[in-house]
């Protein structure tokens, strides 16, 4: 008897050469992406930083986009994941187009199908290294929700990814309202990110804050926040304890 | 050179507990809300239970994503089943179908841990219980989840079902009246959120009740 060993097609995610075809980790990252609901819509924002590991490399990263004419995602986590979730999104919305039949899809709509995108690239153990957020209205009604890369999702009215989960979510559960002002909003928000520029080494001083409502998607241009580093404590913060480190 | 070890695991445990109890006519079925990952709050606010018939409710908890993609699953299966046989699944044929899809994914199970609760055809209370990969077993009472441990011997000790190993069977329904089971439910989940980090106090609870003319809503505490 004679068998022949067969050969696996080449893009075959079984035998030794699976590994180089699956995502094992990510590269250029971008950290947390902030988002709460507010009177008339969602407010996101995220920083323009693209880690390379612990280099800096990238400084004008967009890690928001609108998605047709009611959604915006935000993404936090492998650069280029996000730019393959945005062409297939871009086909998404394309179609939905074509139909020309007056109905689009809604961020409801559009975060069931990033769920699904999500979980079943986690099925075949090629994962999509993000975790998204998705904010929109349609129709009066407010959406606001996230995906992680391993397809866990759910809805609420503030979310964040990332250290954001660690750090930003305290203060929103604290501080955010129903009926937020736009302006009470973009405070919240920033006081949110300020926080993670102090202490999330990889957020950067260069962010956007992203709306969208009813009448539709602006995003700010890039800015700054003011930081404060004349604490009092932080002086001689070894006062209390000489020798301590 | 060495094979790569993922450094990623496919399964997260997004914590909460379930629990069901079959009455004479009625059936209460109810979950926490809080939805975890690791020592963190996802949200506050997420429900563990699904409508998947008429008559049959699944409550499950575990890993969120392989909960949302067995619920789906059942309701289109369940929709087929509507299309080709002109009415609602049973309880009981609902209970089925749901082993045998956890089943089907024997060896990349659903990590989801379920209570299925409703009402069979002569309208009496029914709860099954499972395991991630499909073992079920029709019982009187259950739960699942990160509470279950301390749950299970509570509700052991109020509602002493007969053993099941009895000849001639013995109902194993709870012959508690329905607002005396949705008490007892309160109570249940008070107490597992004391010690369970993943089980908060608030639920989201359905009952079935025969006489009722429209299928229930589900409601929080």
């Given at each position: 008897m004679n068998f022949t060993a067969s050969k696996q097609p080449e893009n075959c995610l079984l035998g030794p050469e699976s590994d180089s075809q699956r995502t094992l980790y990510p590269y250029v990252t971008g950290t947390s992406v902030v988002a709460l609901k507010y009177k008339d819509g969602i407010l996101m924002a995220a920083d323009m930083g693209g880690s390379y590991g612990s280099t800096l490399r990238y400084k004008s990263v967009e890690r928001m986009k609108p998605i047709g004419k009611h959604s915006l995602l935000g993404a936090s986590g492998e650069i280029s994941d996000f730019q393959e979730i945005l062409k297939y999104l871009d086909e998404l919305i394309l179609y939905d187009n074509m139909w020309d039949d007056g109905n689009s899809l809604g961020p409801k709509e559009v975060h069931n199908y990033l769920t699904r995108v999500m979980y079943n690239r986690r099925n075949k153990f090629n994962p999509l290294w993000n975790s998204l957020v998705l904010g929109g209205v349609k129709k009066g009604e407010k959406y606001l929700g996230t995906v992680s890369m391993i397809g866990v999702n759910f809805e609420d009215n503030h979310v964040a990814t990332g250290f954001g989960n660690h750090l930003a979510r305290p203060i929103l559960r604290q501080e955010w309202h129903e009926n937020l002002s736009f302006e009470d909003g973009v405070k919240l928000l920033e006081k949110c990110m300020r926080v993670l520029l102090y202490r999330d080494r990889s957020a950067i001083n260069k962010l956007q804050i992203a709306k969208i409502t009813e009448e539709g998607m602006t995003i700010s241009p890039p800015y700054s926040l003011k930081t404060y580093w004349e604490f009092a404590a932080f002086e001689n913060p070894t006062q209390g304890a000489v020798g301590s480190w | 050179m060495t094979k790569q070890q993922a450094n990623w695991s496919p399964y997260d445990n997004n914590g909460g507990s379930c629990v069901a109890i079959a009455g004479a006519d009625y059936c209460v079925i109810a979950a926490d809300t809080r939805m975890s990952t690791g020592y963190n709050i996802l949200t506050r606010d997420y429900s563990k239970i699904c409508k998947l018939a008429d008559k049959c409710v699944m409550a499950s908890s575990g890993f969120q994503a392989d909960v949302r993609a067995l619920q789906k699953q059942l309701a289109a299966r369940h929709l087929i089943y509507q299309h080709q046989h002109n009415k609602q699944m049973s309880c009981p044929a609902m209970a089925q179908l749901l082993s045998n899809t956890l089943y089907y994914k024997r060896f990349f199970p659903y990590y989801s841990f379920n209570v299925l609760g409703g009402l069979d055809n002569e309208g009496k209370g029914c709860v099954f219980t499972y395991d991630a990969v499909g073992s079920y077993e029709k019982v009187g009472y259950s739960s699942q989840g990160s509470g279950s441990t301390l749950i299970m011997p509570f509700l052991d000790n109020q509602l002493k079902s007969p053993s099941p190993l009895l000849l001639p069977a013995q109902d194993a329904?709870?012959?508690?009246v329905e607002a005396e089971a949705i008490d007892l439910v309160k109570t249940v989940f008070a107490s597992a959120s004391e010690r369970d980090i993943y089980t908060v106090r608030r639920q989201t609870r359905t009952c079935y009740h025969k006489c009722s003319w429209y299928p229930p809503g589900i409601h929080g505490t």
């Open positions: - | 329904v709870t012959p508690l």
